[in-house]
């Protein structure tokens, strides 16, 4: 599946920087900015408004993907102990990851990587930095 | 001597293989975190003798818990390694063999888990991974017992390898993208049911109703073995026993021993809760109130443990559980606790922080009923109906969740989130659920019976000299003026810090209506663990945080009982 995304970061509407709203051809998403976890609003239709052609993907935390999508790891985003903490479990760049469930009130979420089912909380999972292949 | 120590990430079956080499029975599951502490065995190869040990699971040699400090404590006393790897899961489980060959110390790996790598399609050319790391490999299946002798017979053929220098993540990376791509072919899979079930019990949609629904039924089976043992077995038992009971009776007549031995004779009759003596009570409480819910509770336990379904129930609770300043996994040391909280307290150390394993111990101690407990709650209660059993229960649900939620404000420190391997469901096989159910109910009865015992010594003896009458006075002030219960009932409260379930005998005599029992087990449950408890609460905590955890209690129980006084007794 192909999405149009743009990304509205963690301030509400009518705050922020217009520019942290979308994200570009590899564009990084704005992470350390969601201190207090809130949800990531993704609304193709502003993507439209907003000129973003059709068929345009792009990177993505694991988090903003919906249940059931596979994609593929491009890096994990944090300090040393975490990126190691994950590959140590099996999620490491170039896995192919699949988002198995997305528990709600910002719980946690369960990944499938190398046929084995991992479970691993919101923050960390938003680290987690894929893309869909088209 | 030498000290063989077996490595290798959670969950791969070190337990299993640890019990094959040595004949020790050790509790070996199906979820990661079960071992959070070593064990010792032995094991002979020729006529040498070896010493064996059993660390816990670690995906790397950079410790991230308390289990896994020991896993690496072990590791320095270590003079040989096996490293058990899951032969499904090569590629991650390589990572820590790399590690361990790089610190230069004789190894041996065992491919654990060979059979269903096989029915998964996975294959893995023996003879090249052990050129690869040039150490010897042997593929096993440690529940069937498949590989061990093979296993056992190359253990002098353990060596380091030589060409393996200490690298760094990346390289290290690398090197086993390079391993696995020589080694292992993957046959693709296709979704089968068992997957089906794994995502839909995981996936919060229908996840929570399957939860609540396998909880009830678990719930109602150890309710219904535990009626069914006692109505058959052990209620007959001592049917055919108070003949032999009475004609001690007779024959020590009066006295002092009588009282010790037999108790006190209830219209002329033995009780077995309420007579307290040791041949009596001593032996009626443990073996007819309390072991037939444990051997139903282990039994369902076991059968949890080993089918993987907790880490899934863990993932489910994991929201809620962030609120008491854990997560998910905090569940697993709740379940154990149900059994008995000693387990539970230890299972917290899979936890990644103190703040988490201070709560985790704390909750346990004054919430959550272990099997005694419940054994007391049923006992005193149960003949006046299910509702007063139920306002215990819903009362130390709240208690549950409002010190939770107390505790995670009060308390300094980090509350990590999950990051917890889900594992694969599993056949539990009945064999290894039998045995893993008696080892737990040989351990209760070696731990009950003598504080049992001690116990109903104990009060014959204060009885005599007095002791009670004087304590009741000191504390007759909280008791009665704010607990609203008659005074006698301090006796009961202190005898609770050995054994809960001897309370039964002590509160029943009192004449105290149904409200005011409410009340007594409910303060009995939270007020104070059993020594048991207390030791290992002391030990995992440390002093300082033994004593913040106790006057936590303490002012719980104060707080609740005025409380319940004001709603129950209305006055």
């Known amino acids: 599946m192909v999405y149009n995304i743009v990304y509205l970061g963690n301030y509400k509407w009518g705050y922020g920087n217009p520019a942290d709203l979308i994200s570009g051809p590899g564009s990084r998403i704005p992470f350390g900015r969601n201190p207090r976890s809130e949800p990531m609003i993704f609304i193709p239709t502003t993507a439209r408004l907003l000129g973003i052609p059709k068929g345009y993907t792009m990177e993505q935390p694991i988090t903003s993907l919906e249940t059931g999508t596979t994609a593929v790891i491009l890096r994990l985003e944090g300090g040393h102990w975490f990126q190691n903490k994950m590959r140590v479990i099996g999620i490491r760049e170039q896995k192919i990851i699949r988002l198995v469930a997305k528990h709600p009130f910002n719980g946690p979420v369960v990944v499938e990587v190398d046929d084995r089912e991992i479970t691993i909380g919101r923050r960390m999972a938003e680290h987690i930095i894929t893309k869909v292949p088209e | ?571």
């Open chain 2, 1 to 571: 001597m030498k000290k063989i120590v077996l490595m290798g990430n959670p969950n791969v079956g070190k337990s299993v293989v640890f019990s094959r080499l040595t004949g020790a029975n050790v509790i070996a599951s199906n979820y990661p975190g079960t071992t959070v502490d070593f064990s010792k065995g032995k094991m002979c190869l020729g006529k040498e003798g070896h010493e064996i040990i059993d660390a816990p699971g670690t995906y790397s040699l950079e410790p991230s818990n308390k289990a896994e400090e020991v896993a690496l404590e072990m590791f320095g006393q270590a003079d040989l390694i096996i490293n058990v790897v899951d032969a499904t899961n090569l590629e991650r489980n390589l990572y820590l063999t790399l590690q361990i060959l790089e610190r230069k110390k004789p190894v041996i790996l065992a491919l654990n888990m060979w059979d269903e790598a096989r029915h998964t399609g996975i294959s893995i050319d023996l003879k090249k991974l052990e050129h690869e790391l040039q150490i010897p490999v042997v593929p096993t299946v440690a529940l069937s017992g498949e590989g061990i002798h093979d296993l056992i017979g190359r253990i002098d053929e353990a060596r380091s390898a030589e060409k393996i220098e200490p690298m760094n993540e990346s390289d290290r990376w690398i090197k086993i993208g390079k391993i696995i791509r020589n080694v292992q072919q993957v046959t693709h899979r296709h979704h089968t049911l068992r997957d089906w079930i794994s995502e839909a019990s995981i996936r919060p949609l229908t996840g929570f109703p399957l939860a609540l629904a396998v909880i009830f039924a678990a719930l109602w089976l150890v309710s219904f073995i535990g009626e069914t043992l006692i109505s058959y077995i052990f209620d007959p038992l001592f049917t055919l026993y108070t003949p032999i009971a009475i004609g001690i009776s007779i024959r020590l007549g009066p006295g002092f021993l009588q009282e010790l031995l037999i108790g006190k004779l209830i219209d002329g009759q033995i009780d077995y809760i309420q007579s307290m003596g040791l041949l009596t009570t001593g032996i009626y409480v443990p073996f007819a109130m309390v072991l037939p819910y444990i051997i139903a509770f282990y039994l369902i336990l076991a059968v949890f443990e080993d089918s993987g379904y907790l880490p899934r129930l863990a993932t489910l609770t994991d929201t809620i559980f962030h609120r008491f300043g854990m997560h998910g996994f905090g569940i697993i040391p709740v379940f154990l606790g149900l059994g008995c909280n000693v387990p539970g307290i230890l299972a917290a150390r899979s936890l990644e922080t103190k703040k988490q394993r201070f709560i985790a111990a704390t909750l346990i101690a004054i919430s959550v009923p272990c099997m005694a407990k419940n054994a007391m709650v049923f006992g005193i209660l149960g003949p006046y109906g299910i509702g007063y059993i139920f306002l215990v229960f819903a009362t130390l649900f709240l208690v549950f969740v409002s010190s939770g939620l107390i505790l995670n404000r009060l308390m300094k420190g980090d509350s990590p989130e999950i990051c917890l391997e889900i594992p694969p469901y599993r056949k539990p096989d009945t064999v290894t659920v039998l045995k893993k159910t008696w080892m737990r109910i040989h351990w209760f009865l070696q731990e009950a019976i003598p504080f049992l015992f001690l116990g109903v010594l104990l009060i014959n003896l204060l009885y005599t000299v007095g002791f009670v009458e004087w304590l009741g006075g000191i504390f007759a002030p909280v008791i009665q003026g704010w607990f609203g219960l008659p005074k006698e009932a301090t006796t009961a409260l202190l005898i609770g810090f050995l054994r809960k379930d001897l309370a039964v005998g002590m509160l029943l005599p009192l004449g105290m209506s149904p409200m005011q029992l409410v009340i007594a087990t409910t303060l009995l449950t939270i007020y104070f663990p059993c020594v048991g408890t207390f030791a290992v609460m002391f030990r995992e905590l440390g002093i300082r945080d033994m004593i913040k955890a106790t006057a936590f209690m303490a002012g719980t129980a104060f707080v609740v009982g005025g409380m319940m006084r004001l709603v129950l007794l209305g006055i």
